[in-house]
């Protein structure tokens, strides 16, 4: 049996009938065929729920109408009305004004008396009538939409069903989207939650229920989704507090949470309670989240959480962070979440003196945003209350920091403490919590033990970000055994010193010999050659992105001695292509000092570099762009600097962020990093080490993908493109593309294989252990990759798929008739009378290799098809099918139709014939009198006259799609016209009149506006 569509939406009505959700099928709703609440349920519930207050039934109808009467229209801002009713509540006021107002919630969040349903397959009637796969109701409302599509079924994925969602029924049935909390997408290997109103990379995966293992990839994520997101007390409290919707956004934003932000803030908040003092120690617990972990939001869940609890009786929060640029970030984000959270008092500290103003003015309440360098002011108490709690960010640096330093000067003992010493001992009752990315032992110290962690594995298998890869090139600048042996014993101590600046400063002088070491001038030679040698090999491979790296040096001396280096060797680089970040020193030479710039040109660069477009594409960094720098395109980070541990995981994961055609991260070590890396993976998260690989893998993969593909091609002679001239590669990469088409089930593997070999080529470009051959090879399934790809979508090759040899030789000998004519179907500017070019078309037909040919018919009439779509919407729908109807009936071709030429022939001659059907389309008005826009209006009212079975003068017919023409055209001169209700509702009475005028049947008449409707919204789209 296959797992269809259905059988899929029949496996979450029994897992959710398991979380207590009855299952109802849509025809046993009661209700009108456009409305979407179940009023008897939200009745029944309002009723019961506010009983004692004698709420009254009119009462319950008017809250129910109030729901009703917030306009579809503005879909955004009468969703964010029912979210903040839904999770707030509202006032109701009395039909006695005598009678106390009650407070009204539409969810019962405290005894859990509500009435749940799980309802398939409701006909909604909107513009058009919808019916989404699923809706799960809480009384009445239907708070959570799923889209269903098969795992089975080639081309049906949950991207399609997210598109769905938010344009089908976006624009014909909005009203259902006004109750919306979330949505749910899922073909049941892939299941993702997110926002109606989030763009389709914010949907993500459920991965945890709580008290169960993390581990749940593939068709686990439909259980952990149900079990978790779904469970009924988890569901409430997500649409309680979990879901965000900023005081005012430009962009329509709404976030759902995702699973680790939930259970950290949950589970932090639980901690919280039990550290405050005096029974507890105030030690808040630390919270350790990997790159993804959405921190600034499990911090504003988390505070929303504490200040609407009883039992801290409004508290007053304390954000802090150690960079002034974090705590901008955290104060913009948290001064726009006042409703949010239920507090108006959110307000970025000026000074120490300041926030004690701010604190002993009150006995609870207010968020208040710092940084912890602000604390050294001086030493006088803030608050002595319990109720205060300091929310920490990036816990593992200057915030954990308690020591006490001794100084002697000539005026005596001077006795000066960290940062987190005057933090603690101003407000001694606090209760301190710690956010971090890399805990050290001092980091639990001061905040307690790991609450709840967030890995770079889950990070990954959440698609938030990408595996890293480990390249050690340390041996190719020449350093010797005893000189990395010195390299190992300085980690060793840095080790040893941990997070303590001050132990840190006796190493100062192995420091300066380390610098000794790895500023060698032979060495910064030997280094500068290989790293362009690298650079260049990866950038020419199109391996890179957007050819973005970092290059982080030791010290700034270092970094400016590099520089000079690779300058001296690319002199053509120093405009543009490189650049130094790093601040000025007072006593720098006036050519550094130049360079460097001022903080301003500073700023400049971080926005060119953060620009996948600008020529800025390599950074020589030192200690700046290290942590919180995120570019998600830049994929190669260079290290020439010995890095502790917990600094360690922050710097490569610079390279960690997801970003389209980008597989993986690559590190590439030039000092002997890798036993320091394993040994923060082990320390931070042992199953991380399994989210880091050597490049040795991808050489294998590599390999191992090809040994594959040389299996599919044994039978194919390709010794021409490896020992030919031009002409004869041409040949032979054409002959190639035609092989793997035999069938589609070849054709499917050998794409989905050289897909493979790419991501783990992209990696592996740079290094010398590839041999030549397996360049060679590489670069001929990649070409071949190109051409079919370039038959099947029908745009330009990816160049970046074929090395610079092919695409040289393919740009300067166009000749060989296959590839040539599928290049020039990439031209986007012939004009449209190129589209029905005999001569070519007697071109395509003439080509003997008959899968190719097909596949050039084929995009052709795609082509020409999406031309006669732009005026007439339903012939462009009809030949479609047709089209797609053809298409299936050769995808279905199998081996023994290999050498059966009539089955490519007569394939050929239908798709042929199919485009000239099309190109008569253009013209086929012109026997009746009317222009190709009125063809399009008439035969729309044709199509409704055999679809209802009814008879209508054609002569009439001609003249009413005229009108029709002439009607629409008047009412739609407005560019935002399909926007504006007024003109929407204008045409449609306008039509109804002019049907009447005409004496057309009476058909459903709203049926006939949908699709005049829709005629005209794709004309006017498409008109130039």
């Given at each position: 049996m296959n797992f269809t569509e259905e059988r899929l939406e029949q496996a979450f009505i029994e897992l959710l009938k398991k979380e207590y959700y009855p299952h109802f099928t849509g025809d046993s709703i009661a209700r009108a065929a456009d409305e979407v609440l179940i009023d008897e349920d939200l009745l029944h519930y309002l009723l019961l729920r506010y009983e004692n207050e004698q709420l009254t039934e009119t009462e319950a109808k008017t809250i129910i109408l109030q729901l009703k009467t917030?306009?579809?229209?503005?879909?955004?801002?009468?969703?964010?009305?029912?979210?903040?009713?839904?999770?707030?509540?509202?006032?109701?006021?009395?039909?006695?004004?005598?009678?106390?107002d009650i407070h009204v919630e539409l969810i019962d969040f405290s005894t859990n008396h509500n009435i749940y349903k799980f309802v398939n397959q409701l006909e909604i009637v909107g513009t058009e009538k919808r019916i989404p796969d699923g809706i799960l109701y809480i009384n009445g409302l239907p708070v959570v939409v799923f889209e269903f599509k098969s795992a089975i079924r080639e081309g049906a994925t949950i991207h399609d069903a997210y598109v769905q969602l938010t344009t089908r029924y976006k624009r014909d049935i909005p009203e259902l989207f006004k109750y919306n909390a979330f949505c749910v997408i899922s073909d049941g290997v892939n299941n993702k939650a997110g926002s109606f109103f989030a763009p389709y990379e914010f949907f993500y995966a459920w991965r945890r229920i709580a008290g169960m293992a993390r581990d749940k990839d593939g068709i686990d994520s439909m259980f952990t989704l149900v079990r978790g997101m779904l469970n009924q007390n988890q569901l409430r409290d997500i649409i309680r507090n979990f879901i965000y919707i900023p005081d005012t956004s430009k962009k329509n934003e709404k976030i759902v949470c995702r699973y680790p932000q939930y259970y950290a803030a949950?589970?932090?908040?639980?901690?919280?309670?039990?550290?405050?003092?005096?029974?507890?120690?105030?030690?808040?617990?630390?919270?350790?989240?990997?790159?993804?972990?959405?921190?600034?939001?499990?911090?504003?869940?988390?505070?929303?959480?504490?200040?609407?609890?009883?039992?801290?009786?409004?508290?007053?929060?304390?954000?802090?962070?150690?960079?002034?640029?974090?705590?901008?970030?955290?104060?913009?984000?948290?001064?726009?979440?006042?409703?949010?959270?239920?507090?108006?008092?959110?307000?970025?500290?000026?000074?120490?003196?300041?926030?004690?103003?701010?604190?002993?003015?009150?006995?609870?309440?207010g968020v208040f945003l710092t940084t912890i360098h602000k604390f050294t002011e001086d030493t006088k108490l803030l608050s002595e209350r319990n109720n205060v709690i300091c929310i920490s960010d990036e816990a593992h640096r200057s915030q954990i920091n308690l020591d006490q330093k001794i100084k002697i000067t000539e005026k005596g003992v001077a006795k000066t403490y960290g940062f987190a010493k005057y933090l603690h001992d101003s407000l001694p009752n606090a209760v301190f919590v710690g956010f971090t990315g890399t805990p050290i032992d001092a980091t639990l110290d001061v905040f307690g033990k790991v609450v709840d962690a967030y890995t770079m594995t889950e990070s990954v298998e959440d698609e938030i970000t990408v595996r890293i890869v480990y390249e050690g090139r340390a041996a190719k600048v020449v350093l010797n055994?005893?000189?990395?042996?010195?390299?190992?014993?300085?980690?060793?101590?840095?080790?040893?010193?941990?997070?303590?600046?001050?132990?840190?400063?006796?190493?100062?002088?192995?420091?300066?010999q380390m610098n000794a070491i790895l500023g060698?001038?032979?060495?910064?030679?030997?280094?500068?050659?290989?790293?362009?040698?690298?650079y260049e090999n990866r950038v020419s491979e199109g391996a890179t992105v957007c050819g973005k790296a970092l290059f982080v040096c030791s010290s700034r001396e270092i970094a400016y001695e590099f520089y000079k280096n690779v300058i001296a060797l690319r002199p053509e680089w120093e405009l543009e292509q490189i650049k130094m970040i790093m601040t000025r020193g007072k006593d720098d030479g006036e050519t550094l000092y130049n360079l460097l710039g001022s903080k301003e040109y500073r700023k400049t660069l971080d926005t060119e570099f953060k620009n996948e477009k600008s020529n800025f594409k390599i950074a020589i960094v030192v200690d700046m762009w290290l942590t919180g720098f995120d570019v998600p395109f830049l994929d190669t980070i260079y290290i020439d600097k010995p890095i502790q541990q917990h600094n360690l995981i922050q710097t490569i994961s610079r390279v960690n962020r997801k970003f389209e055609g980008k597989n993986k991260g690559l590190v590439v070590d030039y000092i002997g990093i890798k036993k320091q890396m394993n040994l923060a993976l082990a320390k931070y998260n042992k199953g991380d080490e399994n989210n880091f690989e050597d490049i040795a893998q991808s050489l294998v993969d590599v390999r191992n993908h090809l040994d594959l593909l040389s299996k599919i091609f044994h039978k194919f002679d390709n010794t021409k493109y490896?020992?030919?001239?031009?002409?004869?590669?041409?040949?032979?990469?054409?002959?190639?593309?035609?092989?793997?088409?035999?069938?589609?089930?070849?054709?499917?593997?050998?794409?989905?294989?050289?897909?493979?070999?790419k991501a783990a080529y992209d990696i592996c470009a740079g290094s010398e252990q590839l041999t030549q051959q397996e360049r060679d090879y590489t670069h001929f399934y990649l070409a071949v990759r190109s051409i079919v790809a370039?038959?099947?979508?029908?745009?330009?090759?990816?160049?970046?798929?074929?090395?610079?040899?092919?695409?040289?030789?393919?740009?300067?000998?166009?000749?060989?008739?296959?590839?040539?004519?599928?290049?020039?179907?990439?031209?986007?500017?012939?004009?449209?009378?190129?589209?029905?070019?005999?001569?070519?078309?007697?071109?395509?037909?003439?080509?003997?290799?008959?899968?190719?040919?097909?596949?050039?018919?084929?995009?052709?009439?795609?082509?020409?098809?999406?031309?006669?779509?732009?005026?007439?919407?339903?012939?462009?729908?009809?030949?479609?099918?047709?089209?797609?109807?053809?298409?299936?009936?050769?995808?279905?071709?199998?081996?023994?139709?290999?050498?059966?030429?009539?089955?490519?022939?007569?394939?050929?001659?239908?798709l042929t014939n199919l485009i000239w059907e099309v190109r008569k389309e253009f013209s086929a008005g012109d026997e009746l009198g009317i222009n190709l826009e009125e063809k399009a209006f008439y035969d729309i009212l044709k199509d409704l006259c055999i679809k209802y079975d009814f008879k209508y003068p054609d002569a009439q017919m001609i003249e009413l799609a005229k009108a029709v023409k002439e009607l629409v055209d008047s009412q739609t001169k407005f560019p935002d016209?399909?926007?504006?209700?007024?003109?929407?509702?204008?045409?449609?009475?306008?039509?109804?009149?002019?049907?009447?005028?005409?004496?057309?049947?009476?058909?459903?008449?709203?049926?006939?506006?949908?699709?005049?409707?829709?005629?005209?919204?794709?004309?006017?789209?498409?008109?130039?």
């Open positions: 917030l306009p579809a229209s503005d879909l955004y801002e009468s969703n964010k009305t029912i979210q903040r009713w839904l999770s707030d509540g509202f006032i109701l006021k009395r039909e006695d004004r005598n009678r106390k949950k589970r932090l908040y639980e901690h919280i309670k039990t550290a405050q003092k005096p029974d507890g120690d105030g030690k808040g617990g630390t919270y350790f989240g990997a790159t993804g972990c959405g921190k600034s939001f499990t911090m504003l869940f988390l505070t929303r959480l504490l200040m609407r609890s009883l039992h801290f009786e409004s508290p007053t929060i304390v954000l802090i962070t150690d960079r002034t640029d974090l705590d901008d970030q955290l104060s913009r984000q948290f001064t726009n979440a006042k409703q949010f959270i239920g507090d108006n008092i959110i307000i970025s500290v000026e000074s120490r003196e300041h926030l004690r103003e701010l604190l002993q003015s009150r006995q609870s309440g055994n005893s000189e990395l042996e010195k390299i190992e014993r300085y980690y060793e101590e840095a080790a040893e010193a941990g997070a303590n600046e001050y132990q840190i400063e006796k190493s100062k002088e192995e420091t300066t060698d001038p032979k060495r910064l030679q030997a280094l500068a050659e290989d790293f362009i040698k690298h490896f020992a030919g001239g031009a002409l004869e590669q041409l040949n032979t990469l054409n002959m190639a593309a035609e092989y793997v088409q035999q069938t589609k089930e070849v054709e499917t593997r050998f794409m989905g294989l050289v897909k493979r070999l370039k038959l099947t979508k029908g745009d330009a090759p990816d160049t970046a798929q074929m090395n610079a040899r092919v695409r040289e030789m393919i740009k300067n000998a166009l000749a060989s008739d296959g590839v040539e004519e599928i290049f020039k179907m990439g031209d986007e500017n012939q004009s449209e009378q190129d589209l029905f070019d005999e001569d070519y078309l007697a071109k395509i037909n003439n080509i003997k290799l008959p899968n190719t040919k097909i596949k050039l018919l084929q995009q052709l009439l795609a082509k020409v098809i999406g031309e006669i779509k732009k005026v007439n919407r339903i012939k462009g729908i009809d030949f479609s099918k047709k089209m797609q109807s053809l298409v299936e009936r050769y995808n279905q071709r199998d081996e023994s139709d290999i050498l059966r030429s009539e089955v490519y022939e007569e394939m050929a001659e239908q016209w399909s926007k504006r209700d007024d003109i929407k509702s204008a045409l449609k009475v306008g039509l109804i009149l002019l049907l009447d005028e005409f004496g057309y049947p009476p058909v459903e008449r709203d049926e006939v506006y949908v699709e005049i409707f829709e005629q005209a919204e794709n004309f006017k789209k498409n008109r130039v």
